[in-house]
């Protein structure tokens, strides 16, 4: 159990296109994402926090109009990278959390985007 | 917000040492410590966690210690084998309520190699 699902793996874009990434929560449902970006060789830094029917809370440095964060269902969370340029270019990682009191996150399979 | 160190970033041992990893957190609010162990190119995967009313969790050759009062937690990896090499991160998170519920702040990593 507690899977979650991330689409596409892999996407090579052209700069300035707009990017958008599902990761969904397979069997179970999720009422809090996040989303997080690792660049080649460094840590896993976290952007946004995503409740379902809600807006998404960014971190300090990440642009809410970049980064569009839609969490439209209690299975379901996407993020688009809007007008996408190469220093873009990074793993996106989801995770989620199956409901409150539970502390652990599960992790999607991330997606590796590079803008051309 | 939370800040996490983590030592040391390279690991080098041969196979049947025991391996340590440190790391300090700054936020006496956190109350849950997650270990990652991450291949390249993969998702980040739970191997042990604790949280803040337990000083210490041992799952087979993997163990975790945590000092509340000086604020920092270790991992512990013992019998080490070749299919241990991999990114290891440590992880904080806030306690419960309000917006930060639940957010991760990551370590910076700790590449382990294991000889054989």
């Known amino acids: 159990g507690a899977v979650v699902s991330q689409h596409p793996s892999r996407v090579i874009c052209k700069s300035g296109t707009s990017v958008k990434i599902e990761c969904r929560s397979l069997d179970f449902q999720a009422t809090t994402m996040f989303w997080y970006r690792q660049f080649p060789k460094q840590s896993l830094m976290l952007m946004a926090t995503s409740n379902e029917g809600s807006k998404a809370t960014y971190e300090q440095g990440v642009e809410k109009d970049k980064f569009l964060i839609n969490h439209a269902s209690l299975t379901l969370s996407t993020l688009t990278v809007t007008s996408a340029h190469p220093e873009d270019s990074s793993f996106y990682i989801c995770?989620?959390?199956?409901?409150?009191?539970?502390?652990?996150?599960?992790f999607g399979p991330g997606t590796r985007l590079t803008v051309l | 917000g939370e800040n996490v160190e983590q030592h040391p970033s390279t690991l080098s041992v041969q196979e049947g040492d025991s391996a340590v990893i440190k790391c300090t957190y700054s936020d006496s609010a956190s109350n849950y410590f997650p270990w990652y162990k991450q291949e390249l190119g993969k998702r980040p995967q739970l191997i042990i966690d604790i949280r803040s009313n337990v000083g210490e969790k041992k799952d087979q050759r993997i163990a975790v210690t945590l000092n509340k009062t000086a604020k920092h937690f270790s991992l512990h990896i013992t019998e080490t084998q070749p299919e241990d090499s991999a990114v290891y991160f440590c992880?904080?998170?806030?306690?419960?309520?309000?917006?930060?519920?639940?957010?991760?702040?990551f370590g910076q990593g700790t590449i382990l190699t294991v000889h054989p």
């Open positions: 995770s989620a959390r199956t409901r409150w009191g539970r502390t652990e996150q599960f």
């Open positions: 992880a904080a998170s806030i306690g419960a309520g309000g917006t930060s519920y639940g957010k991760l702040t």
